[in-house]
């Protein structure tokens, strides 16, 4: 299946731990982004990666940390989790410039911090 | 700066009744507009991608239109059915090529 993969699904854990999530997509996109949907359910752009390299860098603290090892894989390392990280994230690609392909989200990942 | 705006929030309607949604947004500039839907607690489905240069997209019993010039776009969806039932948000690609998204509306089809 073409798609834009997470994981995990859920991730639950305490705070002051440090946590990854995983995102890949096999669309040959060359975009990839992350969002974060917060309890009121507005999606915010965090990151956003242009083949490996980091084109939108919103203002999001520095304890989020985003990695692109290849224009399929963008992950996002957490640092020192905080209860206001609590928040569904959405990774989602696309294809610069090519606006016509629009956008394809992951199922996203529910993350809490207790 | 662009802004979308979904109205309303929520809607509640009985099964097999036609409805509209409705997103405006502020700059015709826009590369296209994508309508999702969203179930509770799962992710984002693409429903229906309009171009600028498009004024119409038809998927099954939905369909989306797009008025640039008056900043509006519109999702129909036809003989509603209790699965419809969920968050539906468009998004527009701005000149940033980044998507600008709405609230949201909430949609309940009451069998």
């Known amino acids: 299946d073409t798609a834009v993969s997470q994981t995990p699904k859920y991730l639950v854990t305490q705070m002051g731990n440090d946590k990854s999530i995983k995102c890949e997509q096999n669309?040959?996109?060359?975009?990839m982004y992350w969002y974060k949907q917060d309890s009121k359910k507005f999606l915010k752009i965090m990151f956003s990666?242009?083949?490996?390299?980091?084109?939108i860098n919103e203002t999001v603290p520095n304890r989020f940390s985003p990695k692109s090892p290849d224009k399929a894989h963008l992950n996002l390392h957490i640092n020192s989790l905080e209860l206001g990280d609590s928040a569904v994230y959405f990774c989602?690609?696309?294809?610069?410039?090519?606006?016509?392909?629009?956008?394809?989200f992951g199922s996203g990942t529910r993350l809490t911090v207790v | 700066k662009q802004e979308v705006t979904q109205i309303p929030a929520a809607l509640s309607v009985p099964e097999g009744e036609n409805l509209v949604l409705n997103c405006s947004f502020t700059?015709?500039?826009?590369?296209?507009l994508q309508w999702f839907r969203q179930d509770p607690g799962k992710g984002l489905t693409s429903l229906l991608l309009?171009?600028?240069s498009q004024r119409e997209q038809t998927s099954g019993r939905l369909n989306a239109s797009l008025d640039k010039s008056s900043g509006r776009s519109t999702l129909y969806i036809a003989a509603s059915q209790p699965g419809d039932s969920a968050t539906y948000l468009c998004?527009?690609?701005?000149?940033?090529?980044?998507?600008?998204w709405g609230a949201g509306t909430k949609l309940i089809i009451k069998p």
């Open positions: 989602a690609s696309s294809q610069l410039g090519q606006v016509n392909y629009g956008y394809t």
């Open positions: 669309l040959g996109h060359d975009t």
């Open positions: 990666y242009n083949n490996k390299e980091l084109i």
């Open positions: 700059d015709s500039a826009i590369y296209n």
């Open positions: 309009i171009q600028s």
């Open positions: 998004a527009g690609v701005d000149s940033n090529y980044q998507l600008i």
